[in-house]
């Protein structure tokens, strides 16, 4: 492939591994690959033996460099690192007790009159100091960055009032700084009423719009917007405020949308040439013609329809039909997705939605960097960061057939290699 001079400077030379780039929809498969980073960026990419001369000087150099770093991939799989586009990963207290409650036969409208339901995440939230915050949620981080996941999105949502939201997008922003991975803070305030407004949503959504969003913004701690677009949440009205105050502030949108009804709301996201709609269950033809004109990413969520025993599938076809990216994300959340394994979503994706193994990698890789406007992630190419793993795998849907064991060996972000420290 194309490649660039080498420069001054730490250099890592990978040989020796199968390659998938993510550069078409079959994964752009190169054997007997090998790939040269400087700078935290792929400087050159394609097959060992087609490797320019300046790069072949520098491996027969290498023993006697110190600023060269030699990975032999003894023919392992390698792929760009995996971007997790949807979680809500910082929140306190637990729902296990409303899962058993479930199982034993009570509704969840039983268990949220009881003061169960999202409502007792936002009450554990809010009484968790930022400290404690911070410890319950790194290690969710953790084994994110244990699978292969150099990039997550991170929601607020479960404060619902302006000092709780801004708890939780600075927990997020620590997260990003604490370990190696890149953290997208989206501000989710828009996700249910709280106590306070709990009879008045357009009062709410006057507060988020007023108060919570441009104090998140002012502070650096928001890279997106979201909402919750449906029937038990905001109406596609009031998601338009949000959305438009969002703009204002020159933040882009996501949303989620048409989880359990169809609100329209894909359409209202693509309206504003939105990053991502996700869930999607009950996505119209419409929804979709505006989501693939826009260029927008559909996400889905195969472990909130697994967790929920949803029976209502996604227009998978439909979607591929009209070319609409589609992406794999893994909702961790503590109500209706408490997974944090995005290999599993994969499995999930393929199981359950009949993905392919190819639409499940791009699903969490080109595809999930698209949905969190990461353009410079997500393939292995030139110019794209360094953000690498390497995987004792055969072929790449051996990770979609089977999970329990994990396959990754080394892993590069920035061009940098994680500790097997912080992969455990």
């Known amino acids: 492939m194309s490649n660039t001079s080498i420069q001054p400077g730490s250099v890592t030379f990978i040989k020796n591994v199968k390659a998938a780039t993510m550069t078409d929809a079959t994964l752009g498969l190169i054997d007997d690959a090998a790939i040269v980073a400087q700078h935290g960026v792929i400087r050159w990419i394609g097959k060992e033996n087609a490797l320019p001369m300046e790069f072949q000087h520098l491996v027969l150099a ?16 390698a792929t760009p690192a995996l971007t997790d586009c949807h979680t809500h990963l910082v929140w306190a207290g637990s729902r296990a007790n409303e899962f058993r409650q ?21 009450k554990a939230t809010r009484e968790a100091s930022e400290a404690a915050l911070f410890d319950m949620s790194l290690p969710r981080a953790k084994a994110l960055l244990s699978q292969g996941v150099a990039h997550i999105e991170i929601k607020s949502g479960y404060g619902l009032r302006l000092e709780d939201e801004l708890k939780q997008l600075r927990v997020a922003r ?33 507060y988020v719009v007023r108060d919570i969003l441009p104090a998140a913004a002012n502070e650096g701690l928001v890279d997106a917007v979201d909402v919750f677009c449906e029937n ?108 944090v394994h995005l290999p599993l979503m994969m499995h999930f994706a393929c199981t359950l939605f009949q993905l392919t193994p190819e639409e499940a990698w791009l699903g969490v890789t080109k595809h999930a960097a698209a949905a969190l406007g990461d353009h410079q992630q997500g393939t292995l190419a030139v110019d794209q960061r360094a953000d690498i793993a390497l995987w004792d795998l055969d072929s790449p849907e051996a990770i979609c057939y089977q999970f329990g064991i994990n396959p990754l060996r080394h892993l590069l972000i920035g061009g940098k290699q994680v500790s097997k420290d912080q992969l455990t």
């Open 102 to 122: 479930r199982l034993h036969g009570a509704s969840y409208q039983e268990i949220a009159a009881k003061g169960g339901g999202i409502l007792s995440t936002v």
């Open 174 to 206: 620590r997260i990003g700084e604490s370990l190696p991975l890149r953290v997208s803070t989206t501000l989710l305030a828009a996700h249910a009423l709280p106590p306070e407004y709990a009879d008045d949503s357009d009062g709410y959504i006057d």
């Open 232 to 339: 038990i949440g905001f109406s596609r009205e009031q998601t338009d405020r949000v959305f438009r105050a969002a703009q204002q502030l020159g933040l882009p949108v996501k949303l989620h949308a048409e989880q359990l009804s169809d609100q329209d709301g894909s359409a209202l996201l693509a309206s504003y040439q939105g990053l991502s709609a996700d869930h999607l269950e009950y996505l119209s033809d419409k929804g979709i013609r505006a989501m693939a004109d826009a260029g927008s990413v559909a996400v889905l969520l195969p472990g909130a329809f697994y967790f929920l025993r949803e029976t209502k599938l996604p227009p998978i076809q439909a979607l591929r039909d009209a070319k609409v990216p589609i992406a794999i994300a893994t909702d961790a959340n503590p109500g209706s997705s408490p997974l």
């Open 62 to 77: 290498a023993e006697e460099r110190q600023d060269v770093t030699m990975i032999d991939g003894r023919g392992m799989l």
